[in-house]
């Protein structure tokens, strides 16, 4: 599976075009005019990342969508490795790792969509012994260089736990949706 993965420039463009998104479908032509790149190039990509289980296809009319197999079992940890590189992710990475005690920095859905769909939606998770006043300075850096508000929760990991087993509405809705963990890994989560 890994063997059909970052050869190409192409197939780097392509991927990263599909983890801005993964509810997103593209066919063909639509990624040539997107990426600016050859025809045969895209389809070849295209294939190759269906092979490789990344991929899945079906007929829309005359044209064939291709869309992200979100069953794939690598596929958040690609969207991660995307997300990490790309503007957003590197300013994050830059201004959050310097924070001490910072365990775990995770990005939800709602960031990631610019959008709140329920009342306990936050933009960002952090677990760890850290310094509020310093962690809030710096996101509040964050917030005027993306010129928008951040809602936060900053948590220690004995907190974190009690608030799991009670089951706490904003660290569940924030768990069990889309996320990307910018900071720390998944098994500190447990």
């Known amino acids: 599976m890994l063997k059909h993965l970052f050869i190409s420039k192409i197939r780097i463009k392509v991927l990263g075009k599909y983890m ?4 997103k479908s593209y066919h063909v032509r639509g990624l040539v005019r997107e990426l600016d790149e050859e025809v045969n190039a895209i389809r070849r990509e295209l294939l ?3 092979r490789a289980g990344i991929l899945v296809t ?4 005359n044209k064939i969508m291709y869309s992200v197999d979100k069953s794939c079992p690598i596929i958040w ?4 490795m995307f997300y990490k590189r790309s503007k957003v ?3 994050l990475l830059e201004r959050l790792e310097p924070v001490e005690g910072v ?6 859905e709602a960031f990631l969509k610019k959008k709140y769909e329920e009342p306990t939606d936050i933009d960002m998770l952090f677990i760890g012994n850290m310094k509020v006043r310093e962690l809030s ?3 509040s850096s964050i917030e005027k260089d993306l010129n928008r508000p951040i809602k936060y929760v900053a948590i220690k990991p004995e907190d974190f736990k009690f608030g799991k087993k009670k089951r706490d509405p904003i660290l569940i809705n924030a768990l069990i949706k889309d996320k990307i963990i910018v900071l ?3 098994s500190d989560l447990l």
Do not use: F, H, Q
């Open 103 to 108: 365990k775990v920095g995770i990005v939800t």
């Open 20 to 23: 801005e998104d993964i509810t």
């Open 89 to 91: 992710g590197k300013l």
């Open 48 to 50: 190759n990342l269906k």
């Open 58 to 61: 079906r007929k829309e009319g």
């Open 184 to 186: 720390g890994k998944d």
């Open 77 to 80: 940890d690609l969207r991660s």
């Open 137 to 139: 300075s710096v996101l």
